[in-house]
């Protein structure tokens, strides 16, 4: 081997080149050896092959430009990637790859340490926060959303229930004379496990003792039966995590579909639940500011803003560790096949894009805004300008927001505001 060859041989590790196809291996090898491209040039070169298989966009031979001198090439080859990356996508010509029509899961119980009750993990002073607290008796999701960030964190197959949960919620200390909001659905599926360990035994029991407490349940399943078999204390709220058809079909995998989440938060809302809606992530597509208000339509006509506490909206943000899981993955997916722009410490969609689909997503819901039965609007972890951008109204404090939600949930479910 000459001195550039090992270089080569160097720079690989540690990169996504074995996931690369021979062909595209090949391809990159020769161009190295061509033009000797430098250790980082090379990690980007791989992870442009990467993503375009990832994105279904051919492979980089189709977009690699044919020129002597290195720095053209490359300047060349990033701008060519840039433009597939900004462009509006498309889903009409893609095909999913390797995505199980089932999961099969190892199942633990054991006693965790600490009590897993906490603040929502991506919480932050450089976004307007809700300060929701979460309960972790779950790790892991059966569901497989290609933009999940709970696979960065958990083995995706390993399901673990906390076995000393019950008892922990029986020794949870809370003021009386304050509400509280927690959530269950940020480390897994809130519904998806049914009753599975007594868990919604122990949640029920827990909203039952602790009035002042508000429990949301938070879902993309259509797992409803202990809901509809069992009385709900009135401080529960179901909401479930909703998208189009297109991302569902696409990058929601395993999850129910749109008709089915919509179909089981009517019958929750039947026995007297308030339930809520979560578009978190909208995605931008062709067309997807269409197919997005035909689900808000469907909303409005489905259920009264009496029956609803919220509705909340978020988009794509990503992380490194994130980026580099789904790189890592054999599967097909325009998740990341967005303009990366930093937001807060993270990437996302430009603001003007962020305007352009909060703004359609809160004027959609005009029906749902005034009156004693008005649902409560919020952003999820967004800057609190673009709140008065799209909303035409913000918050001075992460306080200001979590009060307004609070009290906004305690008027919805009929029960005093304790702040």
Known sequence: MNDYQVKFATAIKNTFFHKLSDVDKEFIQSKAYELKFSHQELKQLIDIARDLELWDEGNIQDIFPEHEQKKVVFTRLKKAYEELRNKPNSYENFTLKNIPKEQKFTFTSKPKDGFGLGLCPVASEKTRCCNLLTLDAVESCGFDCSYCSIQSFYNQNNITFDSSFGEKLK??????????????????????WGNREGLLNSLFKFARENPNVILEFKTKSDNISYFLENDVPKNILCTWSLNTQTIIDNEEHLTASLEKRVAAARKVADRGVKVGF??????????????????????????????????????????????????????????????????????SYPYATKVEMFKHAYDSFKAWQTGDDKVFFYLCMEPHELWADTFGYQYATNNDFEHAMLEAYSNKIGQDYLV
């Open 171 to 192: 020794n949870l200390n809370l003021e009386a004379n304050k509400t509280y909001h927690i959530g269950t659905g940020q480390s897994s599926d809130s519904l998806m």
């Open 278 to 347: 979560h578009f978190h992530p909208i995605v931008e597509y062709v067309g997807y500011l269409d197919e997005y208000a035909e689900v808000y339509k469907k909303l409005i006509e489905t259920f009264t803003p009496k029956e609803v506490a919220l509705v909340s909206f978020g988009t794509l943000t990503f992380i490194k560790p994130v980026i580099k899981q789904l790189r890592s993955r054999d599967f097909h997916t325009k998740i990341t096949q967005i303009p990366h722009e930093d937001a807060s410490g993270k990437t």
